[in-house]
């Protein structure tokens, strides 16, 4: 069962009028709201039901560059600084941090897709260590099994995803 979310308090009528209307008080919603508001659009948010209370409350909070496909990597490196910066410039707590990301295997197909995959990271800016199995064997001695090998990012991170977008939702509503 999930923790209770914090009820953000929103007003019962919409505004009359908006620059734009983002529909859907999910994480990509209340971001956009947020980061909208911070420019000086005026913008209404339209959620159904509870803000971040359907699958955005319910993931595992990966903000991750790691594995992306090249043309996303840009933006992922981009969304984990934004999501660093959040809590300094909003006074709310999404619950993020940087622990880094691991990856195991014991398939060695996937491994050397996973080292060709650094190799492009290297060329982006972007730290990943490919693992052997003792490193892997190391890292990821919680699962209780050998592993071929492995690759980590320590750049990434994770979310709280029962507190990010109501966190979210607070920040834009403190923008009015």
Known sequence: MSPPLRQIETPSTPP???DVVVIGGGIIGVFTAYYLARRGVSVALVEKGRIGAEQSSRNWGWCR????????L??????????ERFAAESGEDTGFHRCGLLYLSNDEAELAR?????EFAKTAGVTTYMLDS???GERGRVTG??????????SDGTAD???????????FMKLG
């Open 16 to 18: 009359a009028s908006a």
């Open 65 to 72: 560059q790691q594995n992306r496909d090249e043309r996303e």
């Open 74 to 83: 840009p933006m992922a490196s981009k969304s984990i600084d934004l999501w």
């Open 114 to 118: 996973w080292a060709s995959w650094g």
């Open 134 to 136: 003792k490193q892997a």
């Open 145 to 154: 099994r050998p592993w071929k090998g492995g690759v980590f990012s320590p």
């Open 161 to 171: 995803p029962g507190k990010a977008a109501p966190a979210v939702a607070a920040a």
